[in-house]
Every structure is written in C-alpha cells, then in structure tokens.
C-alpha cells in the first residue's frame, strides 16, 4: 500500500554530533524521496529531495541516502546546531493520475546545548 | 518572495457555520495544496490544484469545497464541520516541474465547537 514509516519516534542529539533520521517506504511507483523539517508553529519547510535512480544527494550540512533494495531513506544533518531542533518528515511523491505526496509519520530531534 | 500566507491564524466555530480559509503566494507557482494535519501526526494530503484546475482530491468529505480563483489564491471552504474536523490546515504551493519541492503556509488552526 501507499505509506511511509519511520523507525524512531524521537532522536535526542548533542550539539556538534551528527544526527542520522530513518524512514522506510513501501511504495515503489515513487520518483522522489523528499525529507521537510517542521518547527514548533510552523508550516513543514523543504530540505532536501532526491530522485528514485540516485542513491545520494548531498546538501549544506545534510545528506540523503537512499536504498531502494531495501527501500529505506536517511537523512545525515553535520554538526547538529539547536537550530535542527525539530520534527523531521520523509515524503514520497507518487505518480497515482496526477503526483501526490505523501508524508511519513515524522521524528523528533533533539538537540542538547 | 518565498512566503505562502493563510488567514486567519486562528479559528474557531460551530457546526452550523460557515467559514472560510485563505491562502496566498506570489511565486508564480501554479500548483496549489491543501493539507490537513492532526497533533502528531503528519500532514496529509486533501486536495491538488494544478494551473487552477482541481486535480487531486483525496476523497474529502463535501462539507470542505475548495476553490482557486486565479492563480494566487487558494480558498477553502467550510460548511456544516464536524468536531473531529478540528486541526491545523496548510496550505503550499510548488511549482509544477517541482512538484516535490513545496512551500508550505504556516497553518490555520482550526477548532470545531
């Protein structure tokens, strides 16, 4: 079916550490992995994006992998600032008559000063 | 200008009313959404617009009718809702080649009595 998962509800970092979120997808018909970060009273805001034939993306500070073998999705965040402190969403966006996307059940990240 | 705006913040009413919420941008994007987003959980998908054209419905109940005037604007109308209605609703745009990369509006907190 359409949905996408997460491994860990919560993350809880240092500042400075490397953070890395998980999510498991289980569609196959997606042509994009997608990862927003939402902060406390805000709309979600988009990171970073990678299409389905690459494996990795890499952008300031963050880097995304993808497994489609395995069909599962991280994204890397460098040197955690309290900034990064936030909810983390992987999203797919599906081709199903026009695209949708679709957002997985998100992760918590702390990060402790 | 990167700014998806909706009004109002905040809003609160009665099962027997009817309301209604508005969201702008003024990116030249022509693909329009509508979320909902429960506590905790992740935002899902209502409707897709797509050069003021409905294209995405994800079987919403009737009671919420949306609506793209031109290619700005993006309404939401509300009639006769139901206390489980009772959300954050956002509102995002993308351009249409991006259809992935979307910016989303901070949210109308919306209560039900």
């Known amino acids: 079916g359409e949905s996408v998962g997460l491994h860990l509800p919560t993350l809880s970092v240092q500042e400075g550490d490397n953070s890395i979120i998980n999510c498991a997808y289980s569609?196959?018909?997606?042509?994009?992995f997608i990862w927003y970060k939402q902060e406390s009273g805000k709309g979600p805001q988009f990171i970073i994006d990678?299409?389905?034939?690459?494996d990795k993306r890499q952008g300031q500070r963050v880097t995304v992998l993808l497994n489609k073998t395995v069909k599962h999705l991280s994204l890397q965040i460098a040197a955690t600032q309290p900034g990064d402190s936030a909810v983390y969403f992987c999203a797919e966006n599906i081709r199903t008559g026009g695209f949708k996307t679709i957002f997985g059940a998100g992760t918590r990240l702390f990060v402790k000063a | 200008d990167t700014e998806v705006t909706q009004t109002p913040k905040h809003l609160v009413m009665g099962m027997t009313n009817k309301k209604s919420l508005k969201c702008e941008q003024h990116?030249?994007?022509?693909?329009m959404y509508w979320y909902k987003q429960k506590a905790k959980k992740p935002p899902e998908l209502m409707f897709v617009?797509?050069?003021?054209?409905?294209?995405i419905n994800e079987s919403v109940p009737s009671r919420f009718s949306p609506e793209c005037p031109n290619s700005s604007l993006l309404n939401l109308h509300l009639h006769a809702l139901q206390p489980e209605d009772s959300a954050l609703y956002l509102c995002a745009s993308s351009q249409v080649g991006r259809l992935y990369e979307q910016y989303f509006g901070p949210g109308t907190r919306l209560t039900v009595t």
């Open positions: 569609n196959s018909a997606s042509d994009y």
């Open positions: 617009y797509s050069y003021e054209k409905l294209s």
């Open positions: 990116m030249g994007h022509r693909a």
């Open positions: 990678i299409r389905s034939n690459m």
